[in-house]
């Protein structure tokens, strides 16, 4: 079975700030990763995936997470926070032979002048 | 621009009058999904098509169907809404990957249903 907890329904920085988002997972089997962003009464665009390929992904926008498999991590960070990042984020986990897309709770980011 | 498009954005239904909500991609995947997502809930799998092989997800209420007549269409029927059904109705589609590739799902803007 696979599952996702993000940790932190909320979180708050100033523009300008360092954004963490924390994310862990559970899987049996190898697993694949995605940040997925949602602006106010948008779908969910991608942000970046772990495929295996390399630990450090870089996604857009300036956002990047780091796979730890030790700590079965995903985290999401960006150096510097800015307005327009000001969304919900939605760690999510695939893997084995399903196609299923299993979702953490989301994050809400929240972005102060 | 290749996408997947949710037609209408918006829909006003009454309590028991059958609704159907659109989706189609120009991505040609293979796989299509409907999700709901209630307001700050994380989305929800509802079913998904490979193909034409329906999945539906076990807690999925019968009350909800769906039809893909063809690689580029698929529809959500909601037989008799209920005032538990408002929320936003998420398609998304992907491709099945090469052997232990986990293809990316890509989502439509998403349809906001509301039940008077």
């Known amino acids: 079975a696979q599952s996702v907890t993000q940790l932190g329904s909320h979180v708050s920085v100033s523009e300008g700030a360092l954004v963490l988002l924390r994310c862990n997972y559970s899987?049996?089997?190898?697993?694949?990763l995605f940040w997925y962003v949602q602006y106010p009464n948008q779908g969910l665009q991608l942000l970046l995936k772990?495929?295996?390929?390399?630990?450090l992904v870089k996604g857009i926008n300036g956002f990047e997470a780091e796979f730890k498999k030790s700590e079965t991590s995903f985290h999401l960070t960006k150096p510097s926070a800015h307005m327009s990042d000001a969304a919900e984020y939605f760690c999510?986990?695939?893997?084995?032979?399903?196609?299923?897309?299993?979702f953490g709770s989301g994050t809400r980011l929240l972005v102060r002048p | 621009d290749a996408m997947v498009i949710q037609n209408p954005r918006y829909q006003v239904t009454q309590f028991g009058k059958p609704v159907t909500l659109s989706c189609s991609q120009t991505?040609?995947?293979?796989?299509m999904y409907w999700y709901q997502q209630k307001s700050s809930q994380a989305p929800k799998l509802l079913f998904h098509y490979y193909d034409k092989d329906f999945n539906n997800e076990a807690d999925t209420p019968d009350n909800f169907q769906s039809r893909r007549p063809n690689t580029s269409f698929c529809f959500l029927d909601i037989r008799s809404p209920g005032l538990g059904d408002a929320a936003m109705y998420l398609c998304a589609t992907s491709r099945p990957g090469l052997a232990g590739v986990r293809e990316t799902q890509y989502f439509g803007p998403g349809t906001r249903l509301l039940v008077l």
């Open positions: 999510a986990v695939s893997g084995g032979s399903s196609y299923k897309l299993i």
């Open positions: 991505l040609n995947h293979n796989v």
């Open positions: 772990y495929t295996s390929a390399a630990t």
């Open positions: 899987s049996s089997v190898p697993p694949y």
